[in-house]
């Protein structure tokens, strides 16, 4: 089994700043895309960035200039800076990681997403 453990969600003012933190543990064989998604309350879900292991981004417009992502391959962990919060960014952040489980999988080209459980992010004054 694979596991994604968010870390780092919380209370800010607007203009204020959060890091969020997220480790993949498990069966593991590789890892390809990272990212975050959010859902904030009456919307649907959406993208905010991924990271394939090439080491492209790719940000949701909302966000570009004001997030950061960053990813240890070796460690299987993805951290999400933000900065200049809005009330906006208001949501739940999810951890995403595309991978492979074993090398069978990765040999039948076999690519699963999981997802954590969730951050509350809150911008609010």
């Known amino acids: 089994q694979v596991q994604l453990v968010e870390s780092g969600g919380g209370l800010v003012q607007p203009g204020g700043s959060l890091r969020l933190s997220c480790a993949a543990s498990g069966n593991i064989f590789s890892i390809n895309a990272m990212g975050w998604y959010r859902q904030a309350p009456g919307k649907q879900r959406e993208l905010v960035v991924t990271y394939t292991s090439g080491g492209r981004t790719d940000y949701a417009d909302s966000v570009e200039g004001r997030f950061t992502i960053s990813r240890d391959n070796a460690k299987n962990t993805v951290d999400l800076q933000m900065n200049s919060l809005k009330p906006e960014d208001t949501a739940v952040y999810y951890c995403?990681?595309?991978?492979?489980?074993?090398?069978?999988?990765?040999?039948?080209?076999?690519?699963?997403?999981?997802w954590g459980q969730g951050t509350q992010v809150t911008i609010s004054s």
């Open positions: 995403t990681a595309d991978l492979y489980r074993n090398r069978q999988d990765y040999e039948l080209d076999r690519m699963f997403r999981f």
